[in-house]
Antibody, heavy 118, light 110 residues
Framework: EVQLVETGGGLIQPGGSLRLSCAASGFTVSSNYMSWVRQAPGKGLEWVSVIYSGGSTYYADSVKGRFTISRDNSKNTLYLQMNSLRAEDTAVYYC????????????WGQGTLVTVSS | SSELTQDPAVSVALGQTVRITCQGDSLRSYYASWYQQKPGQAPVLVIYGKNNRPSGIPDRFSGSSSGNTASLTITGAQAEDEADYYCNSRDSSGNHLGHVFGTGTKVTVL
């Protein structure tokens, strides 16, 4: 059974840093495309970043240069390092797996809330 | 980056049919996926590819597409179908290959 469990969210001051983790089970993270998607309170879904099985990474313009996606193959875990956080980064952050055949995100974690506020 | 536009809200009588549309340039190149999201829960994939349903998704959900528009149809809507629905596709605009989500449609079952 595919499972994704995010941790690491919390309250952080503007300008601060936070690292989110996503522990995967039931499949191999390094063999799949993995994304982070966020949802601000009361708002829609926003794609944040992807790491391909080959290691290439891409980011939404809104986080480029501030966020870094990575993975630890030995731990089967995905990460999102978030620096220079802003109030507008406040959201629930979801870890998600992509079905590369169809280009669709097929599994989601339960999400972790990041609140950027002084 | 690309944009996908959806109507903000639609309503449907119990047992009737409702169609939700999604428009955007990326849909000329990529199939849309559709997600159902209920309050406080993660999104759930309901349609992907040309018109595929994951295991466990009722066959009252179906998808179609033409040009820059994708549609999700719920035939015989049930009370439990009341939720927010988002479309999504790959996005190859700019210098990256990522994803783009629609603006979301709130479906109310009357």
């Amino acid at each position: 059974e595919v499972q994704l469990v995010e941790t690491g969210g919390g309250l952080i001051q503007p300008g601060g840093s936070l690292r989110l983790s996503c522990a995967a089970s039931g499949f191999t993270v390094s063999s799949n495309y993995m994304s982070w998607v966020r949802q601000a309170p009361g708002k829609g879904l926003e794609w944040v970043s992807v790491i391909y099985s080959g290691g290439s990474t891409y980011y939404a313009d809104s986080v480029k240069g501030r966020f870094t996606i990575s993975r630890d193959n030995s731990k089967n875990t995905l990460y999102l390092q978030m620096n220079s956080l802003r109030a507008e980064d406040t959201a629930v952050y979801y870890c998600a797996r992509e079905n590369t055949i169809y280009g669709t995100i097929d599994y989601w974690g339960q999400g972790t809330l990041v609140t950027v506020s002084s | 980056s690309s944009e996908l536009t959806q109507d903000p809200a639609v309503s449907v009588a119990l047992g009737q049919t409702v169609r939700i549309t999604c428009q955007g340039d990326s849909l000329r190149s990529y199939y849309a996926s559709w997600y159902q999201q209920k309050p406080g829960q993660a999104p759930v994939l309901v349609i992907y590819g040309k018109n595929n349903r994951p295991s466990g998704i009722p066959d009252r959900f179906s998808g179609s597409s033409s040009g820059n528009t994708a549609s999700l149809t719920i035939t015989g809507a049930q009370a439990e179908d009341e939720a927010d629905y988002y479309c999504n596709s790959r996005d190859s605009s700019g210098n990256h290959l990522g994803h783009v989500f629609g603006t979301g449609t709130k479906v109310t079952v009357l």
